[in-house]
């Protein structure tokens, strides 16, 4: 649509005739307005930068997190395989970060089940395998687990799927969270992933919902681009709640800065200002088609500048 | 649940053992920052006190007209009935607006039909109903047209009735408010009256998808303050789709000020001057049971000073 605000209401005012009278019409009550008071948050934000370790080329989680302390990163984001996997290689991710300037922000490891289906042997799944993650977290010292209440595959109204989680899946899930010290962070979606949770003010919805120091919501500035018309008003919906942060390049999900202008963060960032944001800005992304390890170092390197620069603009 | 953000970090901190020595860490890329930079809108807000025209004590529009032109209100809301009640009656309501310092800021007005059935004649009856409120706004110079996607009788599945809603509902309604002038706002309600359209940001989202320069969304405190999480996050969400503001006291949707302390304004205005917005904040609310026309104009005078009040505060 090529009209654009301004033009429209001139628009409006021409097209009404005697109507338009009123419009133009000055009002005596109204007064006029610059900024809003606005308190710094305290304690003050605070950057950092995190990357999912299986994003760093080397052969060993040593290798891996070694190029991430060098290069402006201090969190790292535990991925690489499910539940299990995790459970396996706790010692050797907790052996290899010892006596580093970095510690784990959160797990993002997929679950068993679906919180989404009326088959309950599906939800028992997502509950048990859950609380597995969260010992794995616990022992590493994370902030959280990232779980993703809900995907593209759902058969139980939506509604119903929203009571039900909040009765039935989170109330275990949490107490367990509560007493390990590790939270439950909720991943709003785009609409390719799930019509269900899209988000971050609806995540922060259930959050409050919920009711238990242990929940939390994800900011993914990819499905954000998609989803959300604000990304400072999304990050302000989630205040307190916000635990994580992903990133990646605005057009095609890649290292941040591979879309160029297109990487633009910086209103986000003032939102994460404006709540006095802690935790992780961490890479969730992939790398363009067949650059080499020496290549993916260099972009790894490259956007934790661009998000150091883009902080200090915000 | 008593315990608070801080105190759970100590206690995860202290229930952590050998883990808890990664999180005491400290991390040497963190950069500390204070506020962002935040530019006053231009133009900047202004503030315009509306009512719901038959909330006010009167025996013709002109009688009401009268006490909200006296008492600091310049913006009426038109409600009184359906939208063949509202035909009727957009010449009286035309003469009774004449040479005052009062416009006409939205209908709210109900359509017939029901855009979440199944059922195409109810979606139709949606469509030819809203067009034909739309053209009685537009007589009266109004902004807008209040309408609700859906509310608690829905027998499509919620993607689907979003798709419908987008594809099917919106286009036409639209294509007719974009010739008139006029725009269609759509207003979320509170989980005890729809699942379906809760948060304004959702809302600004499908404002967003419709493309036209005629949409708009409507931010309500009283369903705000059961489903938001923040009030300026909302409506920063909202930015310039953001048409129309209902406001009502925030514990028993009276007029403001009836619930005292807890109707405190104070975010979302905040909220309101960082968009610019310049659209009425209208009351739509009921009364304390068994107060007097002189009481209800007493209460009508004090919520907009109330409101006064807290928009210079914020």
Redesign the interface.
Known sequence: ?A???R???T???A??GG?????A??????????????K?PE???????GCQQMLVPGKSFAERYDFLEAN????IEINGGNWEWLAKNVDEM?AA?KNR????SVTCISARGNAGMADPTERRAVIDTTKSILESA????ATGVITVPARKKIDL???EL?ERYLKEILPEILAHA?????CLIMEPLNRNET?FL?????A??I??DA????IGVLGDFWHMTA????D??????????LKHVHIASRKTRKIPGVDSEADNYVLG???L??IGYRGAISIEAGYPKGVSDDQKRKLLAQAAALM?EQ????
Chains 1, 2 share one sequence.
Do not use: C
């Open positions: 649509m009209i654009n605000r033009q429209f209401f628009f409006s005012a097209g009404l109507a338009a009278l009123f419009g019409r000055q009002a005596h009550a109204a007064t006029t307005s610059g900024m809003p008071v606005l710094a304690p003050p934000a605070e950057l950092h930068i402006g990163y201090d969190r907790a970060i300037n970095l510690r784990f616990a022992k590493l010292g109204p939506f509604p929203r509560e007493k390990l010290g590790v019509m899209r988000l971050v003010a609806d922060a919805a959050a409050r009711n238990s120091p242990a989803e959300e018309t604000n400072m008003g999304a990050f302000i919906s989630a205040g307190a709640y960032f003032k939102g200002k404006l150091r902080w200090a603009q915000a």
